[in-house]
């Protein structure tokens, strides 16, 4: 199936689930791309704009929660059809909007349909995956989210060009329908329902019981729990939507290039992103196996990945030369992507049994950057005219999100009410010999 067949239904079930990243990706940063046209065809001003964006914010930071404790009560196969089929169909909306408020109700309806997607594919990867491969599985997957970010400015402004740009919203949700229809297909909740899973897959996945027990969500436990991570998510993803909403727009304006080498541009600081997502993942894995310390694995990429993109993002505050700003911006979003893989393998390492809800959590903060962030950062560019000063910001949440994320410590996991009270404190991993 997809030439995938000579592949273990695990790495199956694992592109599959990357593909997902991939397109839900494209579905929200292509505005990004299309927006100086749509700007021009609609009458939009920079705040209605940032309005636009953020309208698929605020659904989405809270179906993160909703639509996490609906993966774990539902599962993930039935959630994902359900919120898929509502993702795509708010992408085809989007080609046939007339104007600001038409435009918000879109935006709108895509956020519902993506909040639960990734949380409850966060579920999903619990059921599936080893314990040691989750960084790489949460840095793989969110390396196709990064990649979409890449590939949607070429893409976008291609199919401008060559149709429109409301005929770009209808092919994109149209794909976005297949993969809903691939996914129902093949995954299955339960990776011993499959039929093409191994025994000895199954030797080294979780326990039945988190693949398919259904247990009542401690909320304010595990929402207490759970606070350190969601805030430090919310300075990872300050930064994020200043990249992923503006990056296109601040090349063209802040340059004055065309659509093209703007979109080149936005594609080449999108891809190192790609790269980041990828080494975060396999690099904190590595160091689990190695020392077998969750905290070690997981806090100190984290760290380094705030602070590094603080030292990339300074300079684009006082150099104007466009090759110096694309490769610190490159350089910035490398670093602030190292952040993804671990932080997201968090509530794994913290909740198993409650993923979906936890990252669901986590991802709030996240989602609640996204209703601030590009209001605010359209509204100084209407005020000021200036497209580098949304950077400024960013750089206090970078430095306060290292600080925050000291204080995660995915080391202690979350113990039910229901389970004894002498489970271990704390955990790890059986220490590797170097390699």
């Given at each position: 199936m997809?030439?995938?067949?000579?592949?273990?239904?695990?790495?199956?079930?694992?592109?599959?689930?990357?593909?997902?990243?991939?397109?839900?990706?494209?579905?929200?940063?292509?505005?990004?791309?299309?927006?100086?046209?749509?700007?021009?065809?609609?009458?939009?001003?920079?705040?209605?704009?940032?309005?636009?964006?953020?309208a698929f914010a605020y659904p989405y930071a809270f179906f993160q929660i909703a639509g996490g404790w609906l993966g774990d009560r539902l599962g993930p196969r039935l959630t994902l059809l359900i919120c898929g089929a509502i993702w795509s169909a708010a992408t085809v909306m989007i080609g046939f909007?007339?104007?600001?408020?038409?435009?918000?109700?879109?935006?709108?309806l895509l956020g519902i349909g993506e909040g639960s997607a990734f949380p409850t594919a966060t579920r999903a990867l619990s059921n599936w995956m080893a314990a040691d491969r989750r960084g790489f599985a949460q840095g793989i997957t969110h390396a196709f989210a990064r990649f979409g970010n890449a590939v949607t400015p070429?893409?976008?402004?291609?199919?401008?060009?060559?149709?429109?740009?409301?005929?770009?919203?209808?092919?994109?949700?149209?794909?976005?329908?297949?993969?809903?229809?691939?996914?129902?297909f093949y995954f299955r909740d339960d990776p011993r329902d499959h039929k093409h899973i191994t025994q000895a897959e199954l030797d080294v996945l979780p326990a039945r019981r988190i693949a398919s027990e259904r247990k009542a969500v401690p909320w304010?436990?595990?929402?207490?729990?759970?606070?350190?991570?969601?805030?430090?998510?919310?300075?990872?993803?300050?930064?994020?939507?200043?990249?992923?909403?503006?990056?296109?727009?601040?090349?063209?304006?802040?340059?004055?290039?065309?659509?093209?080498?703007?979109?080149?541009?936005?594609?080449?600081?999108?891809?190192?992103?790609?790269?980041?997502?990828?080494?975060?993942?396999?690099?904190?894995?590595?160091?689990?196996?190695?020392?077998?310390?969750?905290?070690?694995?997981?806090?100190?990429?984290i760290v380094v990945g705030f602070l590094g993109a603080f030292l990339f993002m300074l300079p684009v505050l006082f150099v104007t030369d466009?090759?110096?700003?694309?490769?610190?911006?490159?350089?910035?979003?490398?670093?602030?992507?190292?952040?993804?893989?671990?932080?997201?393998?968090?509530?794994?390492?913290?909740?198993?049994?409650?993923?979906?809800?936890?990252s669901?959590?986590?991802?709030?903060?996240?989602?609640?950057?996204?209703?601030?962030?590009?209001?605010?950062?359209?509204?100084?560019?209407?005020?000021?005219?200036?497209?580098?000063?949304?950077?400024?910001?960013?750089?206090?949440l970078l430095l306060l999100g290292a600080v925050l994320a000291l204080r995660m410590r995915p080391d202690e996991p979350f113990v039910d009410d229901v389970e004894t009270a002498g489970a271990p404190a704390t955990r790890t991993l059986p220490v590797k010999p170097a390699e």
């Open positions: 997809l030439g995938l067949s000579r592949f273990k239904a695990t790495d199956r079930v694992l592109f599959i689930i990357c593909l997902m990243y991939l397109v839900t990706y494209i579905d929200r940063v292509n505005i990004g791309t299309a927006a100086p046209a749509m700007q021009k065809e609609l009458g939009l001003t920079n705040t209605e704009l940032g309005l636009a964006f953020s909007v007339e104007g600001a408020m038409s435009l918000v109700a879109a935006r709108f070429p893409i976008i402004a291609f199919l401008i060009v060559a149709l429109s740009w409301r005929d770009s919203f209808i092919i994109i949700g149209l794909i976005s329908f297949a993969w809903v229809a691939l996914w129902w304010r436990r595990l929402l207490r729990r759970m606070m350190p991570v969601t805030l430090t998510d919310f300075c990872y993803g300050w930064t994020l939507w200043l990249f992923l909403n503006w990056i296109p727009s601040y090349f063209l304006h802040q340059y004055n290039l065309d659509i093209k080498k703007s979109a080149i541009f936005a594609s080449g600081v999108f891809f190192a992103g790609v790269v980041g997502d990828t080494v975060g993942g396999i690099v904190s894995d590595r160091i689990l196996r190695r020392t077998g310390s969750v905290s070690k694995a997981r806090v100190s990429v466009l090759v110096t700003i694309a490769l610190c911006l490159s350089g910035a979003f490398f670093f602030a992507e190292l952040i993804v893989a671990p932080i997201w393998a968090v509530p794994m390492d913290i909740a198993p049994q409650h993923a979906g809800t936890a669901g959590f986590m991802n709030f903060g996240f989602g609640l950057a996204g209703m601030i962030s590009p209001v605010v950062f359209g509204a100084i560019i209407d005020a000021t005219g200036r497209w580098d000063l949304p950077f400024a910001a960013s750089l206090g």
